[in-house]
């Protein structure tokens, strides 16, 4: 399989160049870019290039507010309703995450919703945050119904991601960053992109039953919560994904389920809830790194079922993955995606990012 290996700014300043051409402000066109390359140094392939195309789509129609800036429209000391104004997710999410940090370090905890955002790219990008102010960040946000619940046919829930972060001693730290649904649905796309079967417990066709066939999951049917079938445990992936709904759609008064526009259908705003959490851990009882350390050690140093298969913690393998980019010098992508996009770029007339001749194979 042929990759291309690009390094971090390369690819950044290709995203801002594409969003900028299409009317983004350039400090939003930043935001979007470092959420997006971070997902993909994390490993989150699907929510990093591979979605440039649909945020340029959103801009360059107009169902997605180019100027402007998220407004607070109710707080307290400890909470805030924030009015996003149709802006890019990550514009907004910034805004947010950066607001529960404040209220935070004044009262001990911040709890901020918004309405009225967009797609705001990994969740995991504003827990982390927190982490730099030696906080716990969670981070959720509700998405277009993808999900077909528990006994169900009909997608009535997102992927309605879930993260949370929390520091540990020298830098370590737990970092969960975890769709509702049994898979991402870029990774679903990915695999659809690539002619690739998908795993089986992932989605399902248009009556409710697995596949393993991208194509049919995509078209007219849906992901699976996690857990997979009744049998399996799925009922919980399903009461997680609700749960995410409470706290965003719900409490935000933003869309909410089936609501929510259709997955890259634009006939009208998306108008997204999501919620940013910041926690002091100094509010509570002291050595809370130490016991955080004492835990991602119980588990990491623990004999594993395989010798040659350790046992690790959330964010551990985001961690591997950023060493291994690190030590490449770049982010490897597939060469389909390099494709895709450069052909996007094309048609609102930017660069390529890439002349395609720093191949890998992988």
Request: aromatic share 6%.
């Amino acid at each position: 399989m042929s990759r291309c290996l690009i390094s971090k700014p390369d690819v950044q300043g290709f995203i801002e160049r594409c969003m900028v051409a299409v009317g983004t402000q350039p400090h939003h066109a930043r935001s979007l870019a470092e959420v997006l390359v971070e997902g993909d140094h994390r490993g989150h392939y699907s929510h990093g290039l591979n979605r440039m195309d649909m945020y340029v789509k959103d801009v360059q129609s107009g169902i997605c507010a180019k100027d402007g800036e998220p407004v607070v429209e109710k707080e307290s000391a400890a909470t805030a309703l924030v009015e996003g104004k149709n802006l890019l997710g990550p514009v907004v999410g910034n805004f947010c995450m950066n607001l529960a940090i404040k209220k935070a370090k004044e009262v001990g905890i911040g709890w901020v919703v918004a309405r009225g955002s967009n797609h705001y790219g990994i969740a995991g990008y504003y827990a982390l945050q927190a982490l730099k102010e030696n906080m716990i960040g969670m981070s959720f946000t509700n998405t277009s119904p993808l999900v077909v619940p528990t006994r169900g046919k009909e997608c009535t829930l997102g992927t309605n991601p879930i993260s949370v972060a929390a520091p540990a001693n020298d830098g370590d730290s737990f970092v969960l960053d975890m769709a509702t649904s049994a898979v991402a649905l870029g990774k679903v796309e990915l695999y659809e992109r690539r002619g690739d079967p998908i795993p089986e417990g992932w989605g399902c066709d248009a009556n409710g039953k697995l596949s393993t066939d991208p194509k049919k999951v995509l078209s007219g049917g849906g992901l699976v919560p996690i857990g997979g079938s009744e049998a399996t445990g799925g009922y919980k992936g399903y009461g997680l994904g609700m749960m995410v709904e409470v706290f965003c759609g719900i409490l935000a008064g933003a869309q909410y389920s089936n609501h929510v526009r259709t997955w890259k259908v634009t006939d009208r705003i998306a108008n997204l809830g999501q919620c940013f959490v910041a926690i002091n851990p100094e509010n509570f009882a002291p050595g809370f790194s130490d016991r955080m350390s004492d835990l991602l050690s119980i588990h990491r140093g623990m004999e594993p079922a395989d010798p040659n298969v350790p046992v690790l913690t959330a964010g551990d393998p985001e961690r591997m993955n950023m060493k291994r980019c690190d030590d490449m010098g770049g982010i490897p992508y597939h060469i389909n995606v390099v494709n895709y996009m450069n052909d996007c770029a094309k048609n609102i007339g930017v660069s390529p990012l890439l002349p395609c001749d720093n191949l890998i194979s992988n």
